[in-house]
Antibody, heavy 119, light 110 residues
Framework: EVQLLESGGDLVQPGGSLRLSCAASGFTFSSCAMNWVRQAPGKGLEWVSTIGGSGAVTYYADSVKGRFTISRDNSKNTLFLQMNSLRAEDTAIYYC????????????WGQGTLVTVSS | QTVVTQEPSFSVSPGGTVTLTCGLSSGSVSTSYYPSWYQQTPGQAPRTLIYNTNTRSSGVPDRFSGSIVGNKAALTITGAQADDESDYYCVLHMGSGSWVFGGGTKLTVL
């Protein structure tokens, strides 16, 4: 059974940094693209970032480009999201998602971790 | 700026059929965008329903189906049930590795 368990969400001040983690199990982690998708309170879903299976290829939404960095440790089956220069509008639940075959959809979702940016 | 459009809300009677759509602010949705659909109930993580336009995810009842209708992707629920009352999101793969979600449709079953 695929399991994705996010952690690292917290209350942080504007301009601060935070690192999210997603521990994966139940599938061959290194073979799958992984993604972060977020949802601001009461709002819709927003794609944040994608990383290829080897970690060599990464993509970012314009709203986070230059501030967030996605990475992975395939030896530990863990996905990361380093978030710097945080803004109030980054407040959201951050979901870790597994990419489906050929990375054409979001296959499985974690339960999410809440990031609150506020002074 | 690409905008993916969805109906903000829709209502269906129990046992009825409803079709939710997913369009583009400019242009047509085709299978090349790999449209997929997700269901979310309050307080829960999204659940994958349909991917690659019309493939049901594992465990999804066959009353859910996906297609292209005209210039939009579509999610049809046939024989709606009370527990289908949820928010439904589509997402399109825009190429260059990016994705754009629609704003979501709040479906009421009453």
């Amino acid at each position: 059974e695929v399991q994705l368990l996010e952690s690292g969400g917290d209350l942080v001040q504007p301009g601060g940094s935070l690192r999210l983690s997603c521990a994966a199990s139940g599938f061959t982690f290194s073979s799958c693209a992984m993604n972060w998708v977020r949802q601001a309170p009461g709002k819709g879903l927003e794609w944040v970032s994608t990383i290829g299976g080897s970690g060599a290829v990464t993509y970012y939404a314009d709203s986070v480009k230059g501030r967030f960095t996605i990475s992975r440790d395939n030896s530990k089956n863990t996905l990361f999201l380093q978030m710097n220069s945080l803004r109030a509008e980054d407040t959201a639940i951050y979901y870790c998602t597994k990419g489906g075959p050929h990375a054409t959809y979001f296959d499985c979702w974690g339960q999410g971790t809440l990031v609150t940016v506020s002074s | 700026q690409t905008v993916v459009t969805q109906e903000p809300s829709f209502s269906v009677s129990p046992g009825g059929t409803v079709t939710l759509t997913c369009g583009l602010s400019s242009g047509s949705v085709s299978t090349s965008y790999y449209p997929s659909w997700y269901q979310q109930t309050p307080g829960q993580a999204p659940r994958t329903l349909i991917y690659n336009t019309n493939t049901r995810s594992s465990g999804v009842p066959d009353r859910f189906s996906g297609s292209i209708v005209g210039n939009k992707a579509a999610l049809t629920i046939t024989g709606a049930q009370a527990d289908d009352e949820s928010d439904y999101y589509c997402v399109l793969h825009m190429g260059s590795g990016s994705w754009v979600f629609g704003g979501g449709t709040k479906l009421t079953v009453l």
